[in-house]
Nanobody, 115 residues
């Protein structure tokens, strides 16, 4: 069982920045697939940024050039640096890690961007 705890969400004005963290309850050094999704009110959950096999990163077109995913294996933590935030980035952000074919999700952290 993997437990993931997200933090770093909050209220920020448009143009501002936030850094989300996702701390895992086990070593992530061998976990290839991990990243961030988000779900806005009334919408489906969507990919934001992920690491895939080979430490390749994939980003949603809407966040390219503004968001950066990174990981610190020694701290079992994955980060999402979010810059130039827009009101449309408002959502609950979820961390996900895939272990042996099973996706484990955190409970999410709310990001609200005011105009």
């Amino acid at each position: 069982q993997v437990q993931l705890v997200e933090s770093g969400g909050g209220l920020v004005q448009a143009g501002g920045s936030l850094r989300l963290s996702c701390a895992a309850s086990l070593s992530i050094s061998t976990i290839n697939a991990t990243g961030w999704y988000r779900q806005a009110s009334g919408k489906q959950r969507e990919l934001v940024a992920v690491f895939t096999s080979g430490n390749i990163t994939n980003y949603a077109d809407s966040v390219k050039g503004r968001f950066t995913i990174s990981r610190e294996n020694a701290k079992n933590t994955v980060y999402l640096q979010m810059n130039s935030l827009k009101p449309e980035d408002t959502a609950v952000y979820y961390c996900v890690m895939n272990l042996y074919g099973i996706n484990y999700w955190g409970e999410g952290t709310l990001v609200t961007v005011s105009s």
